[in-house]
């Protein structure tokens, strides 16, 4: 005779108290029936009930923990559906209790650990909706004999940043430069940032890792859920398999003191040549040289109109005079000059790439609340053939043809080549590899509410990549998946969404991966328990 776990037959049980008591059942809200659901579900001693780890609506503190993790505010607006409760999690038995009530109440799971979805995926929702926070799963155990570091999902880049200085003033860890992102979802996606082109992605030094899947089932490590998971979650986006609970990274080399610049050009002091020169030499020079552009348009200050402005922020592993020794050679039309050039321990360098202010200290890196968020849209395009002068002259008119300042379009372009073109396009699921000479992301911001006037920018921003189709890959259009666009293509919500019906967006974020990462979704989640409007869906 077959038992059922304990589990199961607290779930069951929970169904026929229900159905036993259905007039004071029909009373509730859903989100009641959720609280109350948890505390059917096992709990930990000495903690308190899993409910205690939840809020919902009408609780007083439910706006504060929604919006805490909200970066994009056009997610924010009344129009946007509410999630039925928040649960910040602080065990792995509150992450188990909340997969089972959302099953057994038909509820979506959306997995938060620093809310940076371009879409915000990880906090709406078009259907009633649950959030499971993992701020509190920030623990980083750094063993520097091993040169590795074991990151929960819910750490900060910032923190992940921090704590290796603290061991360490010759190691690093290549991710992005935006320290309040959260590694769950940063990592699950790819991870680039400015030790791509020495090291590659942030997923090309993971080692290991952590997931529950939709039974509440943990796997320690990659060889328990499979090779073919632990390839899926880099870079396929973990949301789509399970909870990601832990990252285990390995540490790579940096020098005591690098070097970093910025450079400002506008149009009438050579920008169009020095961006068209770029595009030859950033992706193939020294690969411990990485400049990335950003591109936006100006008032002009002597005259009326407007112009476009190129900063070239770069990143050197290195020192000034070996710096200037390969921009000389290979870039001298930038004119770098020792003045231009910063000396800085890397934790410090990582403070510059943040836009902190110069003398800030080290400790703003583990700030992870936001103050000034505001309401944007963002985009990404890849580039695989150089742009002629003419097509750059006619992408700068364009952006301040779309630009009614102080609103604007405007691009960071980063760079490709070095370590990033050796390894193969199937080694991860991130498959951008090879043959890119740049990613552009795109840009929109405003500053104030109203749906109309988030219609006018948004219509903005489409025109404008819409402008930009001639100048970037082609069939597929690629994209990259951790700067989700909806305009690419969604499912419709439920269980529902189909191999076929996901190719609008999963062959441009996923290319020839894309049916690998199919088949590893119908093995390890062929409920398609965990779903979004881009997830990766089951094959039938």
Not at 275 to 281: D, E
Not at 324 to 341: A, G, Q, R, V, Y
Not at 411 to 440: K, Y
């Amino acid at each position: 005779m077959k038992f059922l776990s304990r589990p199961t037959f607290i779930s069951i049980l929970y169904l026929i108290i229900q159905l036993i008591t259905i007039p004071r059942v029909y009373s509730l809200t859903i989100p009641q029936h959720f609280l109350q659901c948890l505390d059917t579900q096992p709990a930990d001693h000495g903690i308190g009930p899993n409910s205690a780890t939840a809020v919902i609506p009408t609780n007083s503190s439910f706006s504060t923990n929604l919006m805490n993790a909200v970066r994009n505010l056009r997610f924010a607006s009344p129009s946007n559906r509410k999630p039925e409760a928040i649960v910040a999690a602080l065990t792995e038995t509150h992450i188990r209790a909340t997969i089972s009530c959302c099953k057994l109440l038909n509820l979506e799971l959306r997995v938060r650990s620093g809310g940076h979805d371009y879409e915000g995926f990880s906090y709406t929702s078009p259907v009633p909706f649950v959030i499971l926070d993992m701020y509190n799963f920030h623990s980083i155990d750094i063993n520097i004999s091993e040169e590795t570091a074991w990151v929960g999902a819910g750490a900060s880049l910032g923190e992940v940043y921090y704590n290796i200085a603290k061991k360490s003033n010759v190691h690093a860890f290549p991710a992005g430069v935006c320290p309040k992102v959260g590694a769950g979802g940063h990592f699950s996606g790819g991870g680039f940032g400015n030790l791509m082109r020495k090291y590659g992605l942030s997923i090309d030094h993971i080692v290991d890792a952590q997931i529950m899947d939709a039974n509440g089932k943990v796997y320690r490590d990659r060889g328990s859920m499979g090779e073919d998971v632990f390839w899926a979650i880099r870079g396929g986006g973990g949301g789509s398999y399970g909870v990601i609970l832990a990252w285990k990274l390995k540490l790579v080399r940096v020098p005591e003191k690098v070097t970093v610049f910025k450079l400002e050009r506008t149009v009438k002091e050579g920008a169009v040549d020095l961006v068209h020169k770029w595009q030859q030499v950033a992706p193939v020079i020294d690969r411990d040289l990485f400049i990335r552009l950003e591109i936006k348009p100006i008032n002009q200050k002597k005259s009326k109109g407007k112009t476009i402005k190129v900063s070239f922020i770069g990143m050197f592993l290195g020192t000034p005079e070996r710096l200037l020794n390969i921009t000389k050679k290979k870039f001298p039309e930038l004119h770098l000059t020792t003045s231009d050039c910063m000396v800085k321990k890397w934790i410090d360098s990582v403070v510059f790439w943040a836009n902190y202010p110069e003398k800030a200290p080290i400790q703003i890196l583990l700030k992870r609340i936001s103050a000034n968020e505001y309401y944007w849209k963002r985009t990404s395009d890849f580039v695989q053939t150089p742009i002629s002068k003419q097509g750059l002259a006619a992408i700068f008119q364009t952006m301040i043809d779309h630009s009614p300042l102080p609103r604007r379009v405007w691009m960071q372009w980063n760079p490709w080549g070095g370590r990033m073109g050796e390894i193969p396009s199937d080694a991860t699921a991130f498959v951008h590899r090879g043959g890119n000479l740049f990613m552009i992301e795109h840009f929109m911001n405003w500053y104030r509410p109203g749906d109309e006037r988030a219609e006018k920018f948004l219509a903005i921003a489409r025109s404008f990549k819409e402008a930009m189709a001639p100048y970037v890959s082609k069939n597929p259009r690629e994209a990259f998946f951790n700067y989700r666009d909806v305009d690419i293509g969604i499912t419709t919500p439920g269980y529902n969404a189909t191999y076929e019906g996901a190719k609008v967006y999963g062959e441009k974020y996923f290319k020839g991966n894309y049916l690998r990462l199919v088949k590893v979704k119908a093995r390890f989640d062929r409920t398609n328990f965990f779903r979004s409007q881009q997830g990766i869906p089951v094959l039938a």
